[in-house]
């Protein structure tokens, strides 16, 4: 089972900024937690991971709380290319990526 | 990020015959791969671990001698569907992980596989 949850479903307007909310409360000291989006018929895409500190690069920005129990991902300028599931990601005991349902963004005009 | 390509993208087949998805790592070698599995409207379910030079493990419920995972090198796995059903039909996805600094998993674009 998946170590997350998340939101099924979140709304954003064009040009603002999205943010997706993640908890992972059974999270351990060295766990990282990952993000990755699927647009439509396509591949997973990575975007960003973090341990303790907070993240950023050229897609998105990670910030995870100081007890890491949970993250927010945000896309500062969503675009409608943005529109995908997103998925926030604890490995399994393998290092495997274990995906759950994730969030559905929809950024709108 | 790191490039993985997967071949191929789109397969039509009859039932009762085998079809090979390959996954490549184009600028990095993986010595661990994984092949998942996505029905319409659901998420991706892990279906096996593939280790460069040994055998795959796979996860409860997936039949090793049905899917049959091969990883040769370090740069490719391939994945056969042997004796495809109706109910094989899917979108299959690779990931490759990158064992350097970030050990990051980056995955494949898919193939759909539609048994007839």
């Known amino acids: 089972d998946a170590k997350t949850t998340q939101p099924t479903s979140m709304d954003c307007a064009e040009g603002r900024a999205a943010n997706l909310p993640c908890n992972h409360s059974t999270i351990s000291g060295n766990e990282y937690v990952y993000w990755y989006r699927q647009i439509h018929s396509q591949g997973p895409q990575y975007i960003i991971h973090?341990?303790?500190n907070n993240e950023t690069n050229e897609m998105a920005s990670l910030i995870i709380t100081e007890d890491r129990k949970s993250s927010t991902l945000i896309l500062p300028h969503a675009t409608l290319r943005d529109t995908a599931v997103y998925y926030c990601i604890v490995k399994g005991s393998q290092g495997n990526l274990i995906f759950g349902k994730g969030t559905k963004l929809s950024v709108k005009p | 990020g790191a490039v993985v390509s997967q071949h191929p993208s789109r397969v039509i087949c009859k039932s009762g015959t085998s079809v090979k998805i390959e996954c490549r790592s184009l600028d990095f070698q993986a010595t661990t791969m994984f092949w998942y599995r996505q029905f319409p409207k659901q998420s991706l379910m892990l279906m096996a671990t593939?280790?460069?030079?040994?055998?795959?493990?796979?996860e409860q419920g997936v039949e090793k001698d049905k899917f049959l995972i091969n990883h040769a090198s370090l740069t490719l796995s391939t994945l056969t569907v042997t004796s495809a059903h109706p109910e094989d039909s899917s979108f299959y996805i690779c990931s490759a992980r990158d064992q350097g600094s970030t050990d990051t998993q980056y995955f494949g674009p898919g193939t759909r596989l539609t048994v007839l």
């Open positions: 593939s280790n460069e030079g040994s055998k795959a493990t796979y």
């Open positions: 973090g341990l303790k």
